[in-house]
């Protein structure tokens, strides 16, 4: 009797913890089903969750957008306007070299000395020059006497008028002449003054002078060189206290761009930096091969940080438009669209939508998906895109149908 009694109580424990299974396993099954049955697109947060602390709104403000810009690489370049290339004015030997590459010269200063058999052709010249007008000088005084001395006898009938032309004929002669020699002297001595040599020296050197101020850029000439090529450059001195920066601007863009207009130049050597310029220059053709039109624009260089062949990108833009703004940090990027999250009540986040604009600074212009006056989550969207239900919900759902039917038939 008590054998039966004890697995009576065995079979009734038995029944009453399957029943309870059942029940436990339903009553989690149901809650399950429905969290997944919410709204799609939208993020309900509880007033007293932790979770909305880390949420931050902002309202959506406007701010003027670009319409229409140009924006291209370019390199910076000497200013053709302030560089020259020296060369010798006169050919023969390189006696000293008085600079360095490098160096910043100052206009007038000496840069380099020639001994030249030039310069003594020269003097000789000026010499002869001046020999020439004195002796023109003497032959005018001797024909201007003998035209008086005629006149004067052809006055008395002493000789006859054919003598007076003749001698009237000598003195416009002996003029011209004089005026000839004059004119020799007057080049051999301003040829003597371009070389910087004093007459009358024969032991002089020739000093080639900077004629503007800057740097030595290019230097390609040592002491004891002859040179009998006058129009070698020996060296390139450039006033860099303005450059310029060439840019390839693409044809489809060039129409933006107008002479005199500013432009902001970003160099790669220092980044984070703009610099203003103004366009000084614009091709009269496009390049064939590349389909683009060269742009040289100026910029101040006064403390000599910009240095040619630097490379960088010139940025103009032509018109605005004013359109909402929302921080880089508020948008999430996705693999065919960007979204946000728009706060519809307190708690309650709804997933946009948008079509977003390029970036500026720290901020996206969105173009179409939100406006001015909407407050969209700028800190923690990426925590309420984790509380969305993945793209498989559907199939997730009817799995769970099914769990629940299948628990309800056991």
């Not at 009694?5 to 396993?25: D, P, R, Y």
């Not at 940025?315 to 359109?323: A, D, G, L, Y």
Request: with cysteine; hydrophobic share 40%; proline share 6%.
């Amino acid at each position: 009797m008590n054998t039966r009694v004890l697995i009576a109580l065995g079979c009734s424990l038995w029944l009453g913890a399957c029943c309870s299974g059942k029940e436990h396993t339903q009553e989690e099954v149901r809650p399950r089903a429905t969290a997944v049955a919410a709204e799609p697109g939208v993020v309900t947060i509880a007033a007293n969750s932790p979770m909305l602390e880390q949420i931050r709104v902002e309202t959506v403000q406007t701010a003027p957008v670009p319409t229409a810009e140009v924006d291209s690489p370019g390199k910076i370049e000497v200013n053709p306007n302030r560089v020259s290339h020296i060369v010798l004015p006169v050919v023969g030997r390189v006696t000293a070299v008085l600079v360095k590459l490098g160096d910043a010269v100052v206009g007038g200063q000496p840069l380099l000395t020639v001994q030249s058999p030039d310069a003594d052709a020269a003097q000789s010249t000026a010499l002869q020059a001046q020999a020439a007008v004195t002796q023109a000088q003497a032959a005018l005084s001797k024909a201007q006497a003998d035209y008086d001395r005629t006149k004067d006898l052809y006055e008395h009938n002493a000789v006859a008028k054919k003598e007076v032309l003749d001698s009237q004929n000598n003195l416009a002669q002996a003029t011209a002449a004089v005026a000839q020699t004059k004119a020799a002297q007057e080049q051999a001595v301003r040829r003597l003054k371009l070389l910087g040599l004093k007459p009358g020296d024969f032991r002089q050197q020739v000093t080639v002078h900077a004629p503007i101020a800057g740097k030595v850029l290019e230097l390609s000439v040592v002491p004891g060189e002859f040179r009998n090529d006058a129009s070698t450059s020996l060296m390139t001195i450039a006033d860099l206290s303005t450059v310029w920066v060439a840019s390839d601007v693409p044809e489809s863009y060039i129409r933006f761009i107008q002479l005199g207009e500013p432009v902001e130049i970003s160099l790669v050597a220092y980044p984070g930096e703009t610099f203003a310029g103004r366009v000084m220059r614009i091709a009269d053709t496009v390049d064939p091969q590349t389909r683009t039109v060269k742009v040289r624009a100026e910029m101040q260089n006064p403390q000599g940080r910009f240095r040619p062949e630097m490379f960088g990108s010139i940025h103009h833009i032509e018109s605005t438009q004013e359109t909402p703004v929302v921080p880089a940090s508020a948008v999430i990027q996705g693999e065919q669209h960007s979204v946000v999250f728009v706060e519809q009540a307190a708690g309650r986040f709804r997933q946009t939508d948008v079509t977003v604009g390029k970036r500026l600074d720290d901020r996206i212009p969105v173009l179409a998906g939100l406006e001015a006056g909407d407050r969209v989550v700028v800190d923690g969207a990426m925590l309420l895109k984790g509380q969305l239900p993945p793209s498989s919900a559907p199939e997730r759902r009817t799995q769970i149908a099914e769990d629940v039917s299948g628990s309800e038939r056991r």
